[in-house]
């Protein structure tokens, strides 16, 4: 039977999967006095150097045994933050072994106390205070996190436009009694009800209640010994339940190797990972969730203008799998003085369409690309490279572009 430290012992392992945001002026800022705060959480900000007008919100919440600057460090949503315009809040649990509240009946409904109240504190101080958008508020987290953000929606389904939960459990699952923050029966994937059942779990939470209610994704894998597996299909359970949809999908594919999306309706989407534990966030799926929020429009544009391209060499690698690709670009600087600012040309395969990219802004999606910097890699020094990537779709064809250009100038394909 798993216990919290068996859980906790089992996260110990997720910063080492994931990636540091890059270099950025902006800095992780600790913010107190922001409101309501029972169980005295703490809170950590990242506003980047260049937001949107009236920014989105994003609240990311971290694993057992973890913390709000270790989330903000591990994890790529600063330096999509940079890229797309929007403000993360990276909170700290403060009880043992760092968990979030799931379990008690205070955390299991909305305004009730703990730990949901001090988070949604967080959220209302930074609209406030910065200006934001509260019709683009969204929230993610990993384990004890994902069972937040299952929990955070189900309380605030006015706040929330849209969560992502990876590898969590549905809302109200892990509810004790007996002040103890584990639940077995839940974690081991023994808990199982009716979609109803689920789904009023999900709107006891907030009584009342006749809104919108807010889009969820889900991630789990196949092999997760935590958080087991079922979880996943209780977890669609409730949210299809709570979106008045049917639980057979309405579409079905591929992302790439080893992921099942399935899609029901508007509202909800689920990602399975075949042969991945607990551990399972990496790179890309911080953007995935990020494309689900639509927090990848409408962020700031970079304000480097791009200096003539001089000798330079684009290698240009491609992972391709039934209809989908990704393609890991790197731009070296071959010349003997630095560019500054850089649009990258090249033109697509007929039949592929760019679904998503990173480390770049892609235009348009498909055909003559251009991929322009964003705010932190617009400088590649001479003798230096920077590396992006995107993704995409094809209809057959996932071979490589067959020349490149760098702000003009050809480039020697490695």
């Known amino acids: 039977m798993k216990t919290l430290g068996a859980l906790l012992a089992a996260l110990v392992a997720v910063t080492a999967v994931l990636l540091a945001p890059s270099a950025s002026a902006a800095t992780l800022t600790?913010?107190?006095?922001?409101g309501t705060n029972p169980s005295n959480l703490r809170m950590h900000l990242y506003v980047p150097d260049r937001v949107q007008a009236r920014p989105p919100v994003l609240l990311a919440v971290h694993y057992c045994t973890g913390s709000g600057p270790a989330m903000y460090s591990g994890t790529e949503f600063a330096r999509l933050a940079?890229?797309?315009g929007f403000i993360v809040i990276y909170p700290s649990a403060t009880r043992s072994g760092n968990c979030f509240d799931v379990s008690s009946p205070q955390a299991l409904r909305r305004d009730g106390g703990s730990d949901p109240v001090g988070l949604v504190s967080m959220v209302r101080y930074v609209l406030q205070r910065h200006n934001g958008d509260p019709t683009r508020v969204f929230v993610t987290g990993i384990s004890s996190g994902a069972m937040t953000t299952n929990v955070m929606l189900a309380n605030y389904p006015d706040?929330?436009?849209a969560g992502a939960a990876f590898a969590g459990v549905p809302a109200g699952c892990f509810a004790?009694?007996?002040g103890s923050g584990w639940n077995s029966a839940c974690a081991n994937g023994t808990v199982l009800k009716t979609p109803q059942q689920w789904g009023d779990i999900a709107r006891a939470a907030y009584p009342g209640y006749t809104g919108a209610r807010p889009r969820m994704q889900l991630w789990h894998g196949t092999n997760d010994d935590t958080l087991r597996y079922p979880n996943f299909g209780e977890e669609i359970d409730q949210w299809t339940n709570v979106h008045g949809v049917s639980t057979v999908p309405t579409s079905t594919d591929y992302p790439q190797s080893g992921w099942t999306r399935t899609r029901y309706g508007s509202g909800v989407e689920a990602i399975s990972l075949q042969g991945v534990g607990h551990n399972l966030v990496s790179s890309g799926m911080a953007l995935r969730a990020i494309q689900f929020f639509g927090l990848d429009s409408g962020g700031p544009t970079s304000t480097t203008t791009p200096q003539p391209g001089g000798p330079c060499r684009v290698t240009y690698a491609v992972n391709a799998w039934n209809t989908g690709l990704?393609?890991?670009i790197t731009i070296a600087n071959t010349g003997t003085s630095a560019v500054n600012g850089w649009s990258l040309g090249f033109t697509l395969p007929a039949g592929q369409t760019i679904?998503?990219?990173?480390?770049?802004?892609?235009?348009?999606?498909s055909g003559a690309v251009?991929?322009?910097n964003v705010s932190y890699n617009g400088t590649i020094a001479a003798g230096s490279s920077?590396?992006?990537?995107l993704q995409a779709t094809h209809n057959g064809d996932a071979g490589k572009p067959a020349a490149f250009t760098l702000n003009g100038a050809s480039c020697t394909v490695a």
């Open 30 to 34: 600790e913010v107190t006095g922001f």
């Open 82 to 84: 940079d890229q797309y």
């Open 159 to 161: 706040v929330f436009q």
């Open 176 to 178: 004790t009694t007996d």
């Open 326 to 328: 990704t393609a890991t």
């Open 355 to 365: 679904t998503g990219g990173w480390s770049a802004t892609y235009s348009p999606a």
């Open 370 to 372: 251009t991929a322009k």
């Open 386 to 389: 920077v590396q992006i990537g």
